[in-house]
């Protein structure tokens, strides 16, 4: 009972052992004081659970990146026959043994976190934790034990769990998230994803590279946020490889058939017309819900969003109560990514306890889409750099280019494809790099510093290219969109 509960005093207590909490947490234990995290993983409606770590590791970047070099390597066993590998084709892929060893490394991730936690002295609680007062937390356990903690300064880093449809039949009961699908232990089968961001391309993409029947449906556009040319040019891509799209449809009910399979109805919105269609596995990717809603924040006088359910916050990652703070996923207007999360949780520890008083900055962030084909970006999109700028003030140079390793292997290029949004005034400030083609997270991470330190468009035409890759294409972007040049890259 909260009486007998015992009363414990920490200088920083975090809620949520995900990227933002985790780091934040070691940081400050790192900085010698007393730190205390907690932990809970409510399981999915399908049941699917997992440890410490929280999205990125169990159910994110990591099984997702790892299932993405599953897919990868399926192209390239295509590939090595014309390098002179004899490959017996075709080759099989088996979903169970790529499943379990995904698991085990995720499981061995959930156990490092735990070691690095006691190594730091960080004491952690696996408990479900919401708020009694404003400098008090109560946690719950899986048995219902609870444990009462108070600390004088408390950050919020829940980070936020994927959306069900609330008003399509069947699609709780039946359709999986990506909560599970990484957990599967056997094959999905025939896929329908629903959804058209990240989570919904990037997913359908492996499924479809591991030679899954994957069909995609979208309701508006593909990759709303992100530059438009890029892409239809990522889903260009996808559907010339296999995966099938839906556009302006959404889905209207979801039935078990009595084989167990399941039959989706959909109504395509330019036609008005209904359509069905049987599918194994349904897979809801239509967004993430913050996790704010279970943790009682009207004791603790914490404001959100009324729109997002979001926690607001300052420059700072202030809340509404100044010695709570939140960062990463659960926090307003900040980019749903790891290492932002990260880095604001580190930065946020070194304001608290130590010298610093750095704030962290949501500009140039660079991320990669792992599509088949993948895109990274860093700055402003096109359409952006026009809207703050105005189209006489950018200059946007492009090249579609093929990658050496494509040639040999017979492979199309068609959607690689670069662009280099400037200002158009010399020296041509850089205001954003996209970038389509092999290994697009590896070649955006450098030029992302040089775009962060200033980087001009005559600077990145001084840096020397290292040959034969795809990131010296970037350092060759001579053709202006505005010139009407073709842009295609041709000789060495
Ligand atoms: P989380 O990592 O979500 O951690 C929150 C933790 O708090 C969880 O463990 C949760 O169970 C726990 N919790 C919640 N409520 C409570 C409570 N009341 N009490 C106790 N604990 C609680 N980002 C990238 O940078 N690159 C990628 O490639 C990438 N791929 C992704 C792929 C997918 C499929 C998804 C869904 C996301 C991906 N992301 C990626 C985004 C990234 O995973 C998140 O931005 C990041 O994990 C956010 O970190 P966080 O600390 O805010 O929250
Ligand atoms: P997003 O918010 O990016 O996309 C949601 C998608 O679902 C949109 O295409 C939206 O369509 C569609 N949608 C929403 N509601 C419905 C509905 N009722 N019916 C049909 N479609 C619907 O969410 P994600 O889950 O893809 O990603 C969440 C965040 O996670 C991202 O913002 C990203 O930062 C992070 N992430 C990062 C990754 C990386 O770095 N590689 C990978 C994966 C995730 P519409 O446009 O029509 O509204």
Redesign the pocket.
């Known amino acids: 009972s909260e009486d007998s509960a015992p009363l414990l005093d920490y200088d920083l207590l975090v809620i949520g052992g995900g990227s933002g909490g985790l780091a934040c947490a070691k940081e400050a234990a790192q900085l010698g004081r007393r730190v205390a995290v907690m932990d809970y993983v409510e399981p999915s409606p399908r049941g699917t659970r997992w440890g410490l770590g929280g999205t990125c590791v169990n159910v ?2 990591i099984p ?1 990146k790892l299932m993405h070099q599953a897919a990868l390597l399926g192209g390239m066993i295509r590939d090595a026959r014309h390098y002179g590998w004899e490959v017996a084709q075709p080759v099989p892929h088996s979903w169970r043994k790529m499943a379990e060893a995904v698991q085990n490394h995720v499981k061995s991730l959930n156990w490092g976190h735990r070691v690095q936690l006691q190594d730091r002295k960080v004491k952690y609680f696996n408990v479900k934790a919401s708020f009694v007062n404003e400098h008090t937390v109560r946690g719950v356990a899986k048995d219902g034990k609870e444990t009462l903690l108070s600390a004088d300064n408390i950050v919020i880093a829940t980070g936020g769990r ?2 069900y ?1 609330t008003q399509i039949e069947g699609a709780l009961e039946y359709g999986i998230t ?1 909560d599970d699908i990484f957990w599967l232990k056997e094959s999905p089968g025939k896929t329908l994803v ?7 391309l ?1 997913c359908a993409g492996f499924l479809t590279g591991i030679g899954l029947d994957t069909t995609v ?6 990759l ?2 992100f530059d438009q040319q890029m892409s239809s040019l990522v889903t260009e891509y996808m559907a010339s490889h296999g995966t099938r799209f839906l556009r302006g449809c ?2 209207s009910q979801v039935r078990r058939l009595p084989a167990g399979r399941l039959q989706v109805t959909w109504e395509d919105r330019t036609s008005g017309k209904e359509d069905t269609d049987t599918f194994d596995t349904v897979l809801w ?4 819900v913050p996790e704010t809603g279970s943790l009682n924040l009207e004791k603790s006088g914490v404001k959100t969003s009324p729109d997002s359910q979001k926690i607001l916050v300052d420059s700072w990652d202030a809340t509404s109560v100044p010695h709570i703070y939140a960062i990463g ?1 659960v926090a307003e207007g900040r ?3 790891t290492p932002t999360a990260i880095m604001a949780g580190r930065l946020l520890a070194q304001r608290l306890f130590g010298p610093s008083s750095a704030l962290m900055d949501y500009d140039n962030v660079p ?4 599509t088949p084909l993948e895109y990274g970006c860093v700055g402003l999109s096109e359409e952006e750099a026009v809207a703050r700028h105005g189209q006489e003030h950018v200059e946007v140079y492009h090249a579609y280019y093929k990658p050496l390793e494509f040639t040999v292997a017979e492979r199309d290029a068609s959607q690689c494809y670069i662009k280099m949004v400037c200002l158009r005034e010399p020296p041509q400030l850089v205001l954003g790099l996209h970038f389509l083609g092999p290994n697009a997270g590896e070649v955006t991470q450098g030029f992302a510093l040089g775009i962060r330190c200033g980087a001009s468009y005559a600077q990145v035409m001084r840096t020397v290219g290292i040959h034969p890759t795809c990131s010296e294409e970037v350092v060759r972007l001579r053709i202006s969109k505005r010139s009407g040049l073709d842009p295609t890259v041709t000789g060495c």
């Open positions: 994110g970047c997702k994927p959306r449809p990506s629903v959804g058209a961001g990240y989570v919904a990037e449906m979208i309701r508006s556009v593909p709303r946020s959404t889905p990717a239509i967004g993430r996923d980019p749903e990514l991320t990669t889409v792992f």
